[in-house]
C-alpha cells in the first residue's frame, strides 16, 4: 500500500508565493509519474503540473511561468513552488502518484488528502 501526505498550504496574498509538498511512502518499487491537481468549489478536478521520473514535465497553461514541480527520486517527494498566486488559484491541491508496488510490482494510482491553498487580501 502506497501514501501520500502532502504539506504546505495556507493562506497567502495575491502575489505571494507558497511551496507545496507530497511524500510518498509504503511498498514502493517505482513511481513513475507524480503531480499535482486542484479542485475549486462547483469545479471539476484539474490538472497542474506532473513529472515524470526523467524529469520532463507538463503544466496547465493557467499556471506556466509562475509554478515549477520538481521531485526528490529518492526521497520519493514532489514538490510544487508557486509564486505571483492570484485569487484563482485557491483550491484544494491534491498531490498524485502513479507507479508499481514492491511486492507484487502491481500498479498503483494514488491520491493524497489534499490541502487547502487560499489565495485573498
Known amino acids: 500500500q502506497v501514501q501520500l501526505v502532502e504539506s504546505g498550504g495556507g493562506l497567502v496574498q495575491p502575489g505571494g508565493s507558497l511551496r507545496l509538498s507530497c511524500a510518498a511512502s509504503?511498498?514502493?518499487?517505482?513511481?513513475?509519474?507524480m503531480g499535482w491537481y486542484r479542485q475549486a468549489p462547483g469545479k471539476e478536478r484539474e490538472l497542474v503540473a506532473i513529472i515524470f521520473s526523467d524529469g520532463s514535465t507538463n503544466y496547465a497553461d493557467s499556471v506556466k511561468d509562475r509554478f515549477t514541480i520538481s521531485r526528490d527520486n529518492a526521497r520519493n517527494t514532489v514538490y510544487v513552488q508557486m509564486n505571483s498566486l492570484k485569487p484563482e488559484d485557491t483550491a484544494v491541491y491534491y498531490c498524485?502518484?502513479?507507479?508499481?508496488?514492491?511486492?507484487?510490482?502491481?500498479?498503483?494510482?494514488?491520491w493524497g488528502q489534499g490541502t487547502q491553498v487560499t489565495v485573498s487580501s
Open positions: 509504503g511498498s514502493i518499487f517505482s513511481i513513475n509519474v
Open positions: 498524485n502518484a502513479k507507479g508499481y508496488i514492491s511486492v507484487n510490482l502491481r500498479r498503483f494510482d494514488t
